[in-house]
């Protein structure tokens, strides 16, 4: 292990990038540097997790030049899909960074997802220690790649606080869905649940990149057209972090049709500002959204989502609740600060 306090934190493309998972990274690095670390940030090909053979060999040059006993943290966007460059690494001390499983990515063909499986499982067993974003992506880790639960560390995402959200202060009700519009947030989902729901007051804005996936974007927006929703749901794209801070600002409802998260990160951020929340219960979302705070449904299932809708919009009483349990939960939340202490205690070797 690397002599004093300092790591390689590696990761895939643009640290700067809106999503959850570089979200943790970007905000790990900096908990950790105001602890005293020095964080060394290493930016791997952006082609991850399907890199090109021209990405890999890039990948396993720039782990090669790494000095003997660096600590290097890798994200697992990039770690699961190079198990040669893992095993490769003996001459580093190397910790993965799981946000969720790889082949449990929406969208994949049986192929895909078994290949990802089998890369992610080799990969993960070159590694010292796991670190996990949530309980239930520990679980998934020790069953999918055998992990043993000695190398697993659960460092749950933090939360900024944040002042409760005024709401839209109009006669409707509006609700916000905050994610990447890929396969796996349900975005169609949610569109034909609110499709239901015309004869309600209601506007929908939806925050998240409509580039990564362009092909999926423009199936939701096309949907958005097909039902007639033009006047009530937008694709805002990805917003800056004030624009994002305003937005939730304004929402009386966070809302999510994701078939899998690792955490929830929107989840949480919506908690923090006493926000209610519906959503599809995929992955760890049930952990993150208590009872009191949110209405939970499974997932791929666009009726169930609209009936919770209806509920939330039509029964007495019950947005006020689940608002007064937002708020109640968003003291629970856990910090930045917290989520730094348990990834330092497996950089330092505290834990295997």
Known sequence: MSPGRRFVLAYPGDLDSRTGGYLYDRRLALELEARGWTVDRLSLPAGFPFPSAAELAAAAAAFATLPPGTTVLVDGLALGAMPDAAAACRHVDL?????????????????????????????????????????????????????PPERLTVALPGTDPAPPAHGSDGDGCRMVCVGTVTPRKGHLVLVEAVAGLRGLAWELVCAGSTTRDPATAAAVADAVRVHGLEERVRLVGELEADALAALYAGADLCVSA?????????????????????????GAVADTVPDMAGLLVPIEDAQALRKALHRFLTEPGLAASLRRGALAAREQLPTWSQTAVQVERVLTGSVP
């Open 258 to 282: 994701s078939f899998y998260e690792g955490y929830g990160m929107a989840l949480a951020e919506a908690l923090a500002r006493g926000l209610p929340i519906v959503a599809a219960a995929g």
């Open 95 to 147: 910790v993965a960074l799981v946000h969720h499983p790889l082949c449990l990515e929406t969208g994949l063909s049986p192929a895909q997802a078994a290949a990802l499986a089998a890369s992610e499982r080799a990969a993960l067993a070159s590694a010292r220690a796991v670190v996990v974003t949530s309980t239930r992506t520990a679980g998934s880790v020790a069953e999918l790649f055998a992990v």
